[in-house]
């Protein structure tokens, strides 16, 4: 069976921290793109950071750029994402996704939020 489980939600106050896990099981996650997005209330889902198979390319919504580091161990099947310096903004349902040219899975998501 196909997985991808996030973990790592959670309430924090604006300029703290918060490290979202991935765990994929099921299927071979090195051979995908590993992506996490995020929907507010009443938005559309939205890409947060996206990373190769390979890890060697990397990218991120603008207003995320150098607060957000998305990172994988292809050992552990597993991407994370670490959030720094979090504003309330940033309050959302954070989905890990992974996908290739013709599969694509996504998470159960995992609630961030963030307090002013």
């Known amino acids: 069976e196909v997985q991808l489980v996030e973990s790592g939600g959670g309430l924090v106050q604006a300029g703290g921290s918060l490290r979202l896990s991935c765990a994929a099981s099921g299927f071979t996650a090195s051979n995908y793109a590993m992506s996490w997005y995020r929907q507010a209330p009443g938005k559309e889902r939205e890409l947060v950071a996206r990373i190769s198979a390979f890890a060697d390319t990397t990218r991120y919504a603008d207003s995320m750029k150098g607060r957000f580091t998305i990172s994988r161990d292809n050992a552990k099947n597993t991407v994370y994402l670490q959030m720094d310096s979090l504003k309330p903004e940033n309050t959302a349902v954070y989905y890990c996704?992974?996908?290739?040219?013709?599969?694509?899975?996504w998470g159960q998501g995992t609630q961030v939020t963030v307090s002013s």
């Open positions: 996704n992974a996908r290739q040219v013709l599969k694509e899975y």
